[in-house]
């Protein structure tokens, strides 16, 4: 069993072969992730020791004194987030050696071609298609709100493969090389100016069957893991006390003491209070990951993240007063990074209205948590034995 001190003695001895400052930074990330010290919790020969996820922060606070280098997991989120542990649950061996590595160390991009223009909030309804040819499966639709898809080499992919069944039951998933021939991705600017979604657009794209992700028919199952883990990643990210939105409308507060008022201060506690709630939740949550796969609650931490984020932003609009009508440039870029505290008011509220969208919207999650966290009876659903291709449309 792999415990605290045989971390420690593990970590030492990679940072005494690879110092930090005298060795390149990828070659650093191989040997940690070599060395079972990239995510513990892993199966060895995965970049993991089969350790408990908890013993992850040992690893993480040893690389950090000795000033390592890491992997911008801002950068690498999806593929860190979502497509690691579907390929971990779902993949083969060849799967999990090909792409785990790649992925985790950031030389390989993923992205996410799971929204389409028709089938936005009811997923299941998508109608990319996927049809065999022999070892091969042709892939054509449309696929939108796609983070990261201009950085992307690779995808994890929903498609329909059966049109003849109900719309849950005939989906598969891939693993989709986004530089083959057919893929095509196009900026898609936002209310901010910025252009950091895509629309990607698939023509006769062949994918082989080697790279189907799980049994045929049987991708809704499969994105369940991708979605569970969507949600925590976007929900449940660790911030330190003020951190994230209420960081930076607290400072205005204390340094501006003439733009106070009684009911923006009495709306400011409340904000906080509930800024803090959402930060200890979400570390409750990520205990629970610790001994397991994410279940439907983080789906009420997307929502608290969508809603605190608007609620916030809007608070703080309105302190500055017409100041924080200011917007500093809307040129177009194609930004890596989300940045939502290291920019102006201005951008902060325009860009947190997409929050109620991306990760699944706030009506989808609300049911999600009415039905598989609450219990509560579902709504009734009239296609559900419906074939897809039977589907008003």
Known sequence: MTDAAELRRRT????????????????????RFDAGLAWVHYPEGLGGLGAPRTLQAVVDAELEAADAPDNDPRRIG???????????????????????????????VW?????????????????????????????????????????????????RTDPDVPKHAGITYFLCDMTDPGVEVRPLRQVTGEAEFNEVFL????????????????????????????????????????????????????????????????????????????????????QQMAVGQPGPEGAGMKLAFARLNQEISGLEVELLGEEGLLYEDWTMRRPELVDFTGRDAGYRYLRSKGNSIEGGTSEVLLNIVAERVLGLPSEPRTDKDVAWKDLAR
């Open 111 to 159: 992205c996410q071609l799971f929204s389409e223009p028709g089938a936005g909030s009811d997923l299941a309804a998508l109608g990319t298609r996927a049809v065999r040819e022999g070892d091969e499966w042709v892939v054509n639709g449309q696929k939108v709100w796609t983070s990261s898809a201009h950085l992307a080499r690779w995808a994890i992919l929903i498609a």
């Open 203 to 286: 023509t006769d794209v062949r994918i082989p069957d080697t790279r189907r992700l799980g049994e045929v028919g049987d991708g809704w199952r499969v994105a369940q893991t991708t979605l569970n883990n969507e949600r925590v990643a976007i929900g449940g990210m660790r911030i330190p006390r003020e951190g994230g939105m209420i960081g930076p409308v607290s400072k205005t507060w204390r340094e501006r003491p003439e733009l106070r008022t009684h009911d923006l201060h009495q709306r400011l506690l409340t904000l906080w209070v509930e800024a803090e709630v959402a930060r200890l939740t979400g570390e409750r949550l990520r």
């Open 12 to 31: 030492q001895e990679l940072l005494a072969a690879h110092q930090p400052g005298a060795t390149d930074r990828l070659d650093f990330l191989k040997a």
């Open 78 to 108: 999806i593929g860190l987030g979502m497509a690691a542990p579907t390929i971990l649950k779902y993949g083969t061996e060849e799967q999990k050696q090909r792409f785990l590595r790649p992925l985790w160390t950031g030389e390989e």
